[in-house]
T-cell receptor, first 108, second 114 residues
Framework: RKEVEQDPGPFNVPEGATVAFNCTYS??????FFWYRQDCRKEPKLLMS???SGNEDGRFTAQLNRASQYISLLIRDSKLSDSATYLC?????????FGAGTTVTVRA | DAGVTQSPTHLIKTRGQQVTLRCSPK?????VSWYQQALGQGPQFIFQ???????QRGNFPDRFSGHQYPNYSSELNVNALLLGDSALYLC?????????????FGPGTRLTVL
């Protein structure tokens, strides 16, 4: 079983739409959780950390459910610039484990 | 403030050859991790270096080795290259003891093995 599993998408949404997707992780002892964004052929960049209480950063909302080992990301009012691959990331003992990514395309 | 830098950006090798990739961490960081990202996949952890020693290792064969220098820069060496080693190799730096282990990635080295 993979350490982190994500819905691969792709999600193709119009500008202004809301899109949500999630991932699950297998190691219940995982310590930290993140969403990274990766543009085509570029390096991953941290989008936001994810906390048990849930957190927002502008149009982005992340949720963590430790009991279900489930992480979600919601993007409101999608912009063309949100088109990217979103990587779900779990940290164990300073090692990052990545999902395969969810591809989001926002169309005009 | 310089971010994480990697060299070279692209590299083409043939099967059986050896390759060395280089990484300079973000200023103030002391830990370097290496990841391999195959096409269509998420990055896979290779190993992490701290205080010039390999601290953790992922599920990669001994053909993959590394080094960290006193200035915290790092090298990734791959021997006896296979076609399957073709990938984007990412270096990430961090500061030990950071609460959430945030890692910053370099632009990567794209390795093609023919």
């Amino acid at each position: 079983r993979k350490e982190v599993e994500q819905d691969p998408g792709p999600f193709n949404v119009p500008e202004g739409a809301t899109v949500a997707f999630n991932c699950t992780y297998s190691n219940s002892a995982s310590q930290s959780f993140f969403w990274y964004r990766q543009d085509c052929r570029k390096e991953p960049k941290l989008l936001m950390s994810v906390y048990s209480s849930g957190n927002e950063d502008g149009r982005f909302t992340a949720q963590l459910n430790r009991a279900s080992q489930y992480i979600s990301l919601l993007i409101r009012d999608s912009k063309l610039s949100d088109s990217a691959t979103y990587l779900c990331v779990v940290s164990n003992d300073y090692k990052l484990s990545f999902g395969a990514g969810t591809t989001v395309t926002v169309r005009a | 403030d310089a971010g994480v830098t990697q060299s070279p950006t692209h590299l083409i090798k043939t099967r059986g050859q050896q390759v060395t990739l280089r990484c300079s961490p973000k200023s103030g960081h002391d830990t370097v991790s290496w990841y391999q990202q195959a096409l269509g996949q998420g990055p896979q952890f290779i190993f992490q270096y701290y205080e010039e020693e390999e601290r953790q290792r992922g599920n990669f064969p001994d053909r993959f080795s590394g080094h960290q220098y006193p200035n915290y820069s790092s090298e990734l060496n791959v021997n006896a290259l296979l076609l399957g080693d073709s990938a984007l190799y990412l270096c990430a730096s961090s500061l030990i003891g950071t609460v959430n282990n945030e890692q910053f990635f370099g632009p990567g080295t794209r390795l093609t093995v023919l």
